[in-house]
């Protein structure tokens, strides 16, 4: 009788494959599932701020929603070029001058206004200009307004020199010297050349906007500067 044993045999390579599998996929599993609950609670939260984010901007800009439902009908003819928001937003409290004092979209607050944005070295702008103080003419009121605002920020003896000689009688003089609302537009993606032209509610949600010149003072302008500020 033989009492000795046999040596234990050694794996196979398929057998240890096997083997490495067992120990190591689970582990695998449970580190994936973990950062997919952790992806998922992540976008979770960022859904729920931008939910209640949209949420109050939508509370914030109820009359401009409404304006901008009435408003996107008449974005026609000659101003087939205004893009009127479906989802109107606040806007920056951009900073300017009137008349040398320093003021901000916030004074604007309960009044439709039309916000330009122009230089003396603009060739559209002195195109639409003429137009746009005929517009102030006709409609200028408590509860509308047009805000052209001189975004030159050198030889600031220009710009009234400009309008004197495009003969504006109604606009008042808004300027940006320091090119503080020029900054905070272009950080927003809102200003790529000059003119442009934004519709803000009296709410001081953004309507439209409209880059390139315009006839502000033709039938199609009017109609809908009327509907804007309640006509």
């Given at each position: 009788?033989?009492?000795?044993?046999?040596?234990?045999?050694?794996?196979?390579?398929?057998?240890?494959?096997?083997?490495?599998?067992?120990?190591?996929?689970?582990?695998?599993?449970?580190?994936?599932?973990?950062?997919?609950?952790?992806?998922?609670?992540?976008?979770?939260?960022?859904?729920?701020?931008?939910?209640?984010?949209?949420?109050?901007?939508?509370?914030?800009?109820?009359?401009?929603?409404?304006?901008?439902?009435?408003?996107?009908?008449?974005?026609?003819?000659?101003?087939?070029?205004l893009a009127i928001r479906a989802?109107?937003?606040?806007?920056?409290?951009?900073?300017?001058?009137?008349?040398?004092?320093?003021?901000?979209?916030?004074?604007?607050?309960?009044?439709t206004i039309l916000l330009n944005?122009?230089?003396?070295?603009?060739?559209?702008?002195?195109?639409?200009?003429?137009?746009?103080?005929?517009?102030?003419?006709?409609?200028?009121?408590?509860?509308?307004?047009?805000?052209?605002?001189?975004?030159?920020t050198a030889r600031l003896d220009?710009?009234?020199?400009?309008?004197?000689?495009?003969?504006?009688?109604?606009?008042?003089?808004?300027?940006?010297?320091?090119?503080?609302?020029?900054?905070?537009?272009?950080?927003?993606?809102?200003?790529?050349?000059?003119?442009?032209?934004?519709?803000?509610?009296?709410?001081?949600?953004?309507?439209?906007?409209?880059?390139?010149?315009?006839?502000?003072?033709?039938?199609?302008?009017?109609?809908?500067?009327?509907?804007?500020?309640?006509?």
């Amino acid at each position: 009788m033989n009492d000795e044993q046999d040596p234990p045999a050694r794996a196979t390579p398929a057998q240890m494959r096997a083997i490495a599998r067992r120990l190591i996929l689970p582990h695998v599993f449970i580190v994936a599932a973990g950062v997919a609950a952790s992806l998922w609670f992540v976008l979770y939260v960022m859904n729920g701020h931008r939910g209640k984010e949209a949420a109050l901007q939508s509370a914030q800009c109820q009359v401009s929603t409404v304006l901008a439902q009435k408003l996107a009908p008449l974005a026609r003819g000659e101003l087939a070029a205004l893009a009127i928001r479906a989802h109107p937003k606040p806007m920056e409290n951009l900073a300017f001058e009137h008349d040398g004092a320093p003021t901000d979209l916030a004074a604007f607050k309960g009044r439709t206004i039309l916000l330009n944005f122009w230089a003396t070295w603009c060739a559209p702008c002195r195109q639409e200009m003429p137009g746009l103080d005929r517009l102030q003419g006709l409609a200028g009121n408590e509860s509308f307004s047009v805000v052209a605002v001189n975004m030159d920020t050198a030889r600031l003896d220009r710009p009234k020199k400009f309008l004197q000689d495009t003969g504006v009688k109604n606009l008042g003089f808004y300027a940006d010297p320091k090119g503080e609302a020029l900054q905070a537009l272009q950080q927003a993606g809102k200003l790529v050349g000059l003119p442009t032209t934004l519709l803000i509610g009296p709410d001081g949600c953004e309507i439209g906007a409209l880059a390139g010149p315009a006839a502000w003072d033709g039938a199609d302008a009017q109609a809908l500067i009327r509907a804007a500020a309640g006509k």
